[in-house]
């Protein structure tokens, strides 16, 4: 049998954990695959999408800045992929070249591991308005949020957001932390207080302490954010988890064996972020 073949396509790419963390999986599971980094300029995406197949690609993770462009090259593309307008995870399936986006799986996936989701979803406050806010603001639609409100530096991008998300998510301007008085769930989904990034400066008082308190940064795993919310009592739910939920999607559809997010790869990920 020929060894299944994938990996993470960015420019650049030698940052890139999700090598490490599907060695991780390959190897505790025993199966003859590879997943490598391929750093392919942003003029070369085409070509190399174009080209999976023959190079002997069951598929491929795509990182920054080849996300939105990638659409482009699909044969077809999953729902999360179409809302979010942005594919993250590629699978070769009878030659065609299937686009999906498994951001929003790792985000709410995540959050079920730590706490039961249902009892989080009357009003949750998600900020930024990027990519992966849109990835955030899907997948909580699709877990049953009543409401979402997006606060963002830049307003135009979260009522672009809203707009197409429809009626239940509303916006708020960035910077009024009263907004957070009747939240359930608040989601950084900036990349504010990321290591080398500004601090994110926000005031949690009007937070309800039954509130989840949840960060997609995890450089550090723990960020001010979690540190503030937990020291008043809020359960905080860290950001790696989803980065590996969101490999477990692709690493089962390439090598055809759900993987477990599990305390060991935690760590294994973790002693190479340092
Ligand atoms: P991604 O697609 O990965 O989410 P992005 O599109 O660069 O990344 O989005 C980064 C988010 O961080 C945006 O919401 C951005 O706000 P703007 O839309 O106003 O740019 C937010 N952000 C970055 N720096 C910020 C800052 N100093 N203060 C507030 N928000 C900031």
Redesign the pocket.
Known sequence: MTSIKSGVVGYPVAHSLSPRVHGFWLKEHGIDGEYARYEVKPERLGDFLEHLDAIGLAGCNLTLPHKEEALNFMDELDASAKAIGAVNTVVVREGKRIGSNTDAHGFIQNLRDHVALQDYLEHAVVL??????KAVVYGLLEAGAKHITLM???RT?AEAIAAQFGARVDVSE?GYWEAFADASLLAN????GMQGK?PLTLSLDALPKAALVTDIVYTPLETELLTAARTRGNVAVDGLGMLLHQAAAGFEAWFGIKPTVSKNVREATLKVMG
Do not use: F, V
């Open positions: 930024g308005a990027g990519g992966a806010a963002n530096r830049t991008k960035w989904t900036t990349a504010l500004e």
